[in-house]
C-alpha cells in the first residue's frame, strides 16, 4: 500500500484568540504546565499527517493529556513519529521526549490507523504519567488531584461547527494537568457551563464571547470566566481545533483562579 502525496496551496493558519495587537492576554496563554505537543510524522504526506495528528491529540485528550499539535512550552512533552516501510505495509515508530529531550518511551510497529486509537492514546498518556516528576505524582502514580469537590462539565451550549465537543474535550484535558478531578457519571457539588455567543461585529468578522460559569450544587453562579475576540466570519463554523485547544487552557486557569477565590473564603469563613 502507498500513500498518496497530496499537493495543496498553503493557507494562513487562522488564529482567532490571538491578540493582533502583541499585548497578552491572561486567560489565553499558554501555561507552563506539563503538556504534550504531537509534532512531526517523518516519511508521510502532510495531509495524512496532519489528520492523523489532530486524531491521535483528540484521543489524547479524552485521556486527560494536554495534548496540542500547534503550541507547546518549556514544560512540554513531545511525541513525534516516523514512518518504517515493512513487507506487509507501512508502520510507525514514536517516540515520546521529555522537555530535556530525554526518550522517555518508544512506541515501534504501530499501525498508522491504530495511532490515532483509544488504546494507543492510553498507552501514551501512561508513558507520560510514569515519566512526571515524583513531586507532581500523588502515591498513586497519577496526577495529583486537588482537595475538595470533584467537577462536573456541562455541555458547552451555543458553539457553532464542533465547537461543544471540542471545547468541552479540551477543558476536561486542561483541568485534569491542572490536578482537577472531572467526574463523570456521579454527583458533583460544582459544575462548569460554557455558553458561546456569536455576533456579526463588521462586514466579514464575527465576535466571539465565551462564559464559562462555576455553578454551586443548587445552580447557583459561584464565580466566572469570560473570554471573547474577533474572528473571520464563519471561521469556526466547522473544526475548531487549536481554538478549543488555547480557549480551554485560558479557561482553565480561570476556573482554577475562582476555585482558589472560594477556598480562600472557606477558609477565611467570608
Request: contains cysteine.
Amino acid at each position: 500500500m502507498a500513500l498518496a502525496t497530496v499537493l495543496g496551496a498553503c493557507q494562513p493558519v487562522p488564529q482567532p484568540f490571538a491578540d493582533e495587537s502583541g499585548a497578552s492576554n491572561p486567560l489565553l496563554q499558554v501555561p507552563e504546565t506539563h503538556g504534550l505537543f504531537v509534532g512531526s510524522l517523518d516519511g508521510i504526506p502532510g495531509e495524512y499527517s496532519d489528520r492523523l495528528r489532530r486524531r491521535l491529540a483528540e484521543a489524547l485528550q479524552e485521556e486527560g493529556v494536554l495534548a496540542s499539535v500547534r503550541s507547546g512550552n518549556g514544560r512540554s512533552y513531545w511525541l513525534t513519529g516516523s514512518v518504517r516501510w515493512t513487507g506487509s505495509g507501512g508502520r510507525l515508530d514514536w517516540r515520546l521526549q521529555a522537555p530535556d529531550g530525554s526518550v522517555v518511551a518508544l512506541f515501534e510497529g504501530v499501525d498508522p490507523e491504530a495511532s490515532a486509537s483509544p488504546s494507543f492514546a492510553r498507552e501514551v498518556a501512561v508513558a507520560l504519567r510514569r515519566s512526571l516528576p515524583e513531586e507532581e505524582l500523588s502515591p498513586g502514580g497519577t496526577a495529583a488531584e486537588v482537595e475538595g469537590p470533584a467537577m462536573a462539565l456541562a455541555d458547552v451550549e451555543g458553539a457553532p461547527g464542533d465547537g461543544s465537543v471540542a471545547l468541552t474535550r479540551a477543558l476536561r484535558a486542561a483541568l485534569a494537568m491542572r490536578g482537577i478531578r472531572v467526574a463523570t457519571g456521579e454527583e458533583t457539588d460544582l459544575t462548569v457551563r460554557g455558553e458561546v455567543d456569536v455576533s456579526p461585529a463588521r462586514p466579514g468578522v464575527e465576535r466571539v464571547d465565551l462564559l464559562w460559569s462555576v455553578l454551586g450544587p443548587e445552580g447557583e453562579v459561584l464565580g466566572t470566566v469570560e473570554q471573547s475576540n474577533e474572528i473571520a466570519a464563519g471561521s469556526l463554523n466547522g473544526r475548531w481545533g487549536s481554538v478549543a485547544e488555547a480557549a480551554a487552557q485560558g479557561a482553565a486557569d480561570g476556573i482554577v483562579g475562582v476555585l482558589d477565590g472560594l477556598h480562600s473564603r472557606s477558609v477565611g469563613g467570608g
